[in-house]
């Protein structure tokens, strides 16, 4: 999912520089527009959601976004309660 200041058709290519909060640069991935998602904030400057998805990613890349999901979900785990069912 993307939030975009652009709405893009479905089946539009989009090359991207995909930020992972990882310290490392910015990744190059193409993707498709698989469909538009809605609207994300209202009004003149509105900015919509963007279903995508990647059609080239290196492996090096699919490792950073692994590595940092796997993060993301370790964070939340550790954020529940200690006698709350995981």
């Given at each position: 999912?993307?939030?975009?200041?652009?709405?893009?058709?479905?089946?539009?290519?989009?090359?991207?520089?995909?930020?992972?909060?990882?310290?490392?640069?910015?990744?190059?991935?193409?993707?498709?527009?698989?469909?538009?998602a809605?609207?994300?904030?209202?009004?003149?400057?509105?900015?919509?959601?963007?279903?995508?998805?990647?059609?080239?990613?290196?492996?090096?890349?699919?490792?950073?976004?692994?590595?940092?999901?796997?993060?993301?979900?370790r964070?939340?785990?550790?954020?529940?309660?200690?006698g709350?069912?995981?």
């Amino acid at each position: 999912m993307l939030e975009s200041p652009e709405l893009y058709p479905e089946g539009a290519i989009l090359e991207l520089g995909l930020e992972i909060p990882d310290g490392e640069p910015a990744a190059d991935v193409r993707a498709e527009v698989i469909r538009d998602a809605g609207r994300a904030t209202p009004g003149a400057r509105a900015t919509w959601f963007l279903a995508l998805e990647f059609l080239t990613v290196d492996t090096e890349t699919q490792e950073r976004i692994t590595r940092y999901i796997y993060l993301l979900q370790r964070a939340v785990g550790e954020e529940k309660d200690p006698g709350e069912e995981r």
